[in-house]
């Protein structure tokens, strides 16, 4: 089964992440794999997609990492490509590492990158992955209403013209709260094009947002006090940028709080909200202190005592929020409150039993 996105961040590893879990507690041997990696880590001398490792942490998966991601792409891979540099037949590497994980298995869920014609610059497009490995193919949009199926139907296209079945779609991040209609009108209106929808997985706050530790990792900084979790994700962001009395009531649970270094009233706020959390307040998981204003000696002793996340940017307050916006949240293994949320809202989401049976 192949899994392919409209783009990037649309949710295929989340969809991967709980499709992985309700098909392994239903008892199947289980490989994953991903054919063509873009981002990707070195563990233990070995280059491999992030999502591989993820994957493999998670679910303990025995297959060997240069199989579960046989094709990387470091820098300058491409050029080297197309300049007749790389002799290496990428195909057959695939190939032959999707012939070791399929071993025993009674299922490998293969992960594409990004849209359908990703990879095509070295002739390995998804779409040509998904067909060398005559898998089926799933595609993941994200929420809204014309876009997910105007790419969804885009994407069908190229997958179709290299013989590729669709099994159907999975629309992520859908406000089946707010808009409890979506659904069916996705399900409509993908049906016009014989497209099935296999699920809505509900937006969640929790799951847009970034844990501290990447905080860290994408923005450039001194951590002051506190530790940067990588476990700790945060699940609102408030703009410290009124007086304390009225930010106080933008504090929720898991807030991360952007204001300059020199607004002590706020951090005193936040620090004040946090001691009275036992009785029902708001907590503050974290503070970004904006305009390289470092606080007072003594307020950064209260903000250490507390153990309480302060991390400081040279950024201005605007500029600090927009980086946090743009950061792309990856689910990591020592997420385990993450990936718990993940597991709960894909079996909730899509009909497995019914999507095993198709299979």
Do not use: W
């Amino acid at each position: 089964m192949f899994l392919a996105a409209t783009g990037q961040n649309r949710g295929k590893t989340t969809t991967s992440l709980g499709l992985l879990a309700a098909i392994r507690e239903r008892g199947y041997r289980l490989g994953f794999m991903k054919p063509v990696g873009q981002r990707y880590l070195v563990v233990d001398g070995t280059r491999a997609d992030e999502d591989a490792v993820l994957m493999q942490e998670v679910f303990d998966l025995p297959d060997a990492l240069n199989d579960m991601s046989p094709v990387t792409l470091p820098r300058g891979f491409t050029t080297d490509f197309i300049m007749g540099r790389i002799a290496d037949d990428l195909e057959a590497q695939v190939q032959a590492a999707h012939d070791r994980v399929a071993l025993e298995k009674d299922l490998v869920v293969i992960e594409g990158t990004g849209h359908a014609g990703v990879g095509a610059v070295i002739g390995l497009s998804n779409a040509r992955a998904a067909a060398l490995l005559e898998a089926p193919v799933i595609i993941v949009s994200e929420g809204g209403v014309g876009r997910p199926i105007d790419e969804i139907v885009l994407n069908r296209a190229l997958f179709a013209a290299h013989g590729v079945k669709l099994l159907g779609a999975v629309v992520n991040k859908v406000d089946v709260e707010s808009h409890p209609q979506l659904p069916d009108i996705l399900r409509r209106g993908l049906g016009l094009h014989g497209i099935e929808l296999l699920g809505c997985i509900p937006y969640s706050d929790f799951l847009a947002n970034p844990s501290l530790e990447l905080i860290v990792t994408h923005l450039d900084g001194e951590l002051l006090a506190g530790r940067a979790e990588p476990g700790r994700t945060i699940a609102h962001v408030a703009i410290g940028a009124m007086q304390a009395e009225h930010a106080i009531s933008h504090l929720s649970e898991r807030t991360l709080l952007i204001t300059p270094g020199d607004r002590e009233d706020l951090l005193q706020a936040a620090l004040d909200a946090n001691r009275r959390s036992a009785a029902g307040a708001p907590l503050v998981s974290g503070i970004i202190l904006s305009g390289g204003y470092r606080p007072s000696d003594a307020l950064l002793r209260a903000l250490r005592e507390a153990d309480l996340f302060a991390y400081l940017v040279e950024t201005d307050t605007y500029r600090t929020a927009q980086a946090v916006d743009e950061i792309l949240v990856k689910t990591h293994a020592s997420d385990t409150e993450k990936i718990a949320t993940i597991i709960d809202l894909v079996s909730g989401a899509i009909d497995v039993d019914g999507l095993l049976a198709r299979l």
